[in-house]
């Protein structure tokens, strides 16, 4: 058994990954967010042997267009529609977003799709916030962390124990104040509730390493193409985390990354 993650594209103009569980011969599918357009995510899906029609569910982090797209109004299957897993607090996305009939699973405890454990916990981003998302096949763990201006106590406990790690990494902050974007959007992003830093990042891998957790592959996630250059971060994590610093990859913005895969040493639980 095995399972491998491919971030199809990650950063502001679009985010989508697979999730996907090999038992055997079975294939078990998940997506996470739909930042890209119908058709492109769909190519894309079809390139890596899934469907959207044969999805487990869609993990959905957050409302913004970059992670909701626009066209889904118009392509989204009337028939076989994969269920997308929202925190109750985000139970107005999907009707806003023009798919009030989709079908939806919420997550305020644990729950059980297909043969993934899926958690989550809320992140602060903006004004209705995002979502982080575990996902835990045989004893894998899975975590998706992204869009959030801070990291929140409930976070490392989410992350605890996982063997791959996916986390936003936004901005490199000098890069940021010399960019010529206006102050209001500027603080949008450093205040808090907007996105995290490359400094920041690590020092999230620095609390889960403390706490006994050292994931054996980590991607970063959502690196701003303005504000953030992958040499930066490659040079940081070399600086300051050598010894994790083999285990980092960055994520590309606009094409799917190598993909990541972790086996499993142990069998799934029975029911």
Do not use: V
């Given at each position: 058994m095995r399972l491998r993650l491919r971030v199809l594209a990650s950063g502001s103009s679009g985010n989508a990954a697979l999730l996907t569980a090999f038992d055997g011969t079975r294939r078990h599918d998940l997506l996470i967010d739909l930042g890209l357009s119908p058709r492109r995510l769909r190519g894309l899906l079809r390139a890596e042997g899934a469907d959207l029609e044969s999805l487990h569910g869609v993990l959905l982090t957050h409302g913004d267009v970059d992670h909701l797209h626009t066209g889904w109004t118009r392509g989204w299957p009337s028939l076989m529609a994969p269920p997308v897993v929202v925190r109750p607090e985000h139970g107005?996305?999907?009707?806003?977003?023009?798919?009030p009939h989709a079908?939806?699973?919420?997550i305020a405890?644990?729950?059980?799709?297909?043969?993934?454990r899926i958690s989550a916990t809320a992140l602060p981003h903006d004004r209705e916030g995002s979502t982080a998302f575990r996902v835990d096949f045989?004893?894998?763990?899975v975590g998706w962390a992204t869009d959030m201006g801070r990291v929140p106590p409930t976070l490392p406990q989410?992350?605890?124990g996982v063997r791959l790690l996916a986390l936003e990494s936004n901005y490199d902050p000098p890069m940021q104040m010399a960019s010529p974007r206006p102050d209001y959007l500027k603080h949008r992003i450093m205040d808090g509730g907007g996105h995290l830093s490359n400094a920041q990042a690590l020092e999230l891998v620095h609390t889960l390493h403390a706490q006994g957790t050292s994931p054996e592959h980590i991607v970063l996630l959502h690196l701003s193409e303005q504000c953030n250059d992958a040499a930066l971060v490659h040079a940081l994590w070399k600086r300051e985390a050598a010894h994790l610093a083999p285990r980092m990859r960055v994520a590309a913005r606009r094409e799917p990354t190598d993909p990541i895969e972790v086996i499993a040493t142990a069998p799934l639980a029975s029911a």
């Open positions: 107005h996305l999907l009707p806003r977003a023009g798919l079908p939806t699973r919420w405890e644990p729950l059980d799709i297909g043969p993934f045989a004893d894998i763990g989410l992350l605890d």
